[in-house]
């Protein structure tokens, strides 16, 4: 049974830092492009970041670019989201995703998700 488990959410005040995982299990991921989405109340799902497994090649959406940097540990098949400098609207829960390339991706053709973790960053 492929897995993709999120952990790290919680509760922070503005400025300071977060560091979502994303443990994978029942497959191998090599081939595939990870990312990580979120969803704010009211608001439509959105891409965060997203780096191929194996080479790198990471993309950000504009507004986290120099806070957020994305990474992945192949050994482990953990992938991790590192959050610094978090704003109030980076308020959302966090999904974790997988596709076969990052262009879908960045597009939600996602193959899987994993069940969210929540991040909530006050003022």
């Known amino acids: 049974q492929v897995q993709l488990v999120e952990s790290g959410g919680g509760l922070v005040q503005a400025g300071n830092s977060l560091r979502l995982s994303c443990a994978t299990s029942?497959?191998?991921?090599?081939?595939?492009?990870m990312g990580w989405f979120r969803q704010a109340p009211g608001k439509e799902r959105e891409f965060v970041a997203g780096?191929?497994?194996?080479?790198?090649?990471?993309d950000y959406l504009d507004s986290v670019k120099g806070r957020f940097a994305i990474s992945r540990d192949n050994a482990k098949n953990i992938m991790t989201l590192q959050m610094n400098s978090l704003k109030p609207e980076d308020t959302a829960v966090y999904y974790c995703?997988?596709?076969?390339?990052?262009?879908?991706?960045?597009?939600?053709?996602?193959?899987?998700w994993g069940q969210g973790t929540q991040v909530t960053v006050f003022s």
């Open positions: 995703a997988a596709s076969m390339a990052v262009a879908r991706l960045k597009t939600q053709r996602v193959d899987y």
């Open positions: 780096m191929r497994w194996i080479g790198g090649g990471q």
């Open positions: 029942g497959r191998t991921f090599s081939g595939y492009a």
